[in-house]
């Protein structure tokens, strides 16, 4: 009985050990810093205007210098996940620095392509992002749109191009 009560004790103690290390660890690593900047808007690309509110409301927020930040990407380690997301997806797509693709037109076409695939194959905008963001549950109809843009654009460039 009484090494019963001991142990349980113990086990108590150990729990309490565990929770309040777990609480400094969080602690601590909301003082490492987290890069969350938009940095100034250059250009974007010229599209009609529902094909510029579904890019906004289903890419912009990683793809562009005008992210939202969500007050949960201000909490380690949340913040970590999302910094490093913005900062891969802005270095492979900006659509804040369009401008810079588009002075070289293969440049260009090859992004408006790459949109058109990630779109039709589901993988644009993430799963992650979808769940907590409504806007970015784009319907068949919505994607179809998007992909039809994304390929016109993208032939109409390499056209341009070949002349
Ligand atoms: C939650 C952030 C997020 C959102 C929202 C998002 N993306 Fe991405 N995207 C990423 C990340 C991270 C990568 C790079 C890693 C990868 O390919 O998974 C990426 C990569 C890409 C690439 C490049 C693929 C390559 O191989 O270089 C394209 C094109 C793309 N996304 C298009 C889109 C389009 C179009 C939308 C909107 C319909 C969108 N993304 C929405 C995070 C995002």
Redesign the pocket.
């Known amino acids: 009985m009484r090494s019963d009560a001991l142990r349980c004790c113990a086990r108590m103690k150990a729990t309490r050990a565990t929770l309040a290390s777990l609480a400094i660890l969080l602690a601590a690593a909301q003082t490492i810093p987290v890069s969350r900047t938009n940095p100034p808007e250059q250009s974007d690309p010229q599209a009609p205007a529902t094909i510029t509110r579904?890019?906004r409301g289903?890419?912009y927020?990683?793809?562009s210098n005008q992210t939202r930040w969500p007050w949960y990407s201000a909490i380690a380690p949340v913040s970590w996940m999302v910094s490093h997301?913005?900062t891969?997806?802005r270095r492979?797509?900006n659509f804040s620095e369009w401008a810079d693709y588009t002075s070289d037109p293969d440049t260009a076409s090859h992004?408006l392509a790459?949109?058109a695939?990630?779109?039709a194959s589901g993988?644009?905008?993430?799963w992650?992002?979808r769940v907590m963001?409504p806007e970015?549950r784009?319907s068949g109809a919505e994607r179809q749109a998007?992909i039809r843009w994304a390929r016109a654009s993208s032939a109409s460039l390499r056209s341009s191009e070949n002349q």
């Open positions: 579904l890019l289903a890419c927020d990683c793809h997301h913005v891969e997806a492979r797509l992004k790459e949109i695939d990630q779109v993988r644009m905008a993430p992650y992002y963001h970015a784009l998007l």
